[in-house]
C-alpha cells in the first residue's frame, strides 16, 4: 500500500512544520505507524513512532521535547508536528505502516512494510 507524506518544505532554525501521512486503502487503525528520517550522505534513523490507538509513543531523543506524533484514524491520517526546528533536522522525512498489526510501537525501520515516497525539510540556520 502506498503511503503519501506532505508538508515537508525550507524553514529558519526555530520554525514550525507539521507534516502529514494518509494511507488510503489500508486499514490505517489497526496499525502502528512511524517517522524516519534521511539525511544526506546518512542512514535512515528513527523520528517517532505511534501506536495503533495513539496512546503509545516513541521518539529518538534528538526530537523529544519538539517534536509531536498524532494520528486520526478516522481520517487515516497521521502528523507529525515539528517544532523549533534545528538545522540538523534536515532530511527526507518517510512515514511507515507497521509490518504487523497491534503491537507496540517499535524504532526499527524493519517492523514497517509499506513506506511513503518522502518529503523532504531543509532547516537553514
Known amino acids: 500500500v502506498q503511503l503519501q507524506a506532505s508538508g515537508g518544505g525550507m524553514v529558519q532554525t526555530g520554525d514550525s512544520l507539521r507534516l502529514s501521512c494518509t494511507a488510503p486503502?489500508?486499514?490505517?487503525?489497526?496499525?502502528?505507524m512511524g517517522w524516519f528520517r534521511q539525511a544526506p550522505g546518512k542512514e535512515r534513523e528513527f523520528v517517532a513512532a505511534?501506536?495503533?490507538?495513539?496512546?503509545?509513543?516513541r521518539f529518538a531523543d534528538s526530537v523529544r521535547d519538539r517534536f509531536i506524533i498524532a494520528r486520526d484514524n478516522a481520517k487515516s491520517i497521521v502528523y507529525l508536528q515539528m517544532d523549533r526546528l534545528k538545522p540538523e533536522d534536515t532530511a527526507v522525512y518517510y512515514c511507515?505502516?507497521?509490518?504487523?498489526?497491534?503491537?507496540?510501537?517499535?524504532?526499527?525501520?524493519?517492523?514497517?512494510?509499506?513506506w511513503g515516497q518522502g518529503t523532504l525539510v531543509t532547516v537553514s540556520s
Open positions: 505511534i501506536g495503533w490507538a495513539g496512546d503509545r509513543k
Open positions: 486503502g489500508r486499514r490505517f487503525s489497526a496499525y502502528n
Open positions: 511507515a505502516a507497521a509490518r504487523d498489526k497491534y503491537g507496540p510501537p517499535t524504532v526499527a525501520a524493519g517492523g514497517y512494510s509499506d
